[in-house]
């Protein structure tokens, strides 16, 4: 997490517009999902796969290793797109179970691929949403578009909890491993027990402390925050829209031919 809002911060296209930026990402998410094609899956991974390299200034092997979490619970999920529980055998693979089969089938097989290539290719948008733009930009893209100022003050505190809280497991976790609290299974349970009850603890003791800074403050009900300006051009404009009308006529394209 931490990482991920330091590359945020560090990106090269950090001070371009939020809502350019949401546009790309969140246009190209949407063609992708729409189209559910091999093609445009692959382009869309490979596009945003180099421009998230390229503008948040992370390596290959930082992306690849962001991409492999997501990657897994994939896999584990299309496990069951894959195997069918049937009555008949199938064209690729079974295994019979009394008078039922466990059964693969090519078309499960490649509806489960397709359905991996689509994820991935989403959730490298949204990686490159979130490595190119910081949580700030984002809630005030969202403040624009009239969201509700609970749900945008709530994403706010939870976000900035997050950091918290992980600070506070830090330095719980390295005490712990200073007085060899960590030398075995069994006290290992028993250090991660204590440490998550102190957490309940430190966490409402922060809520309260600030709480009390933001009432001392004037608090009144609306959190307001310094947002500077970034207007985009019209070049940049013309090529976001460019390169979702092409993607746009590449996947009816490939609906019309049937083919991927």
Known sequence: MIVIDKLAYYSAIRDKSPFLKCAFAIGTLLICVAARSFVISFLVLSIMGCAT????????????????????????????????????PMDLFNIAVGDKFLAVSWYS???????????????????FLTLTTTLLDLLY?????????????????????IFVLLEIAVSILTAQNCRLGNRSFRS??????????????????????????????????????????KPSSWMEKGLILSFLIILTAIAIWCKINAEV
């Open 141 to 161: 893209v969202l403040k624009r578009l009239h969201c509700p100022n609970l749900i945008i003050e709530l994403m706010m505190m939870t976000y900035r909890f």
């Open 53 to 88: 390299v390229r503008y948040s200034r992370t390596s290959f092997f930082q992306y690849m290793k962001l991409m492999l979490a997501p990657l897994a619970f994939l896999a584990m999920g299309t496990v069951a797109i894959a195997v069918n529980w049937t009555s008949q």
């Open 109 to 127: 097989i490649e509806y489960a691929v397709r359905l991996i290539l689509v994820s991935l290719a989403s959730i490298s948008c949204l990686y």
């Open 188 to 229: 290992s349970m028993e250090g991660m027990g204590g440490m998550l009850s102190v957490l309940l603890i430190r966490a409402l003791d922060k809520s309260n402390r600030l709480f009390e800074a933001m009432e001392s403050r004037c608090y009144d009900g609306e959190l307001n925050v310094l947002q500077e300006s």
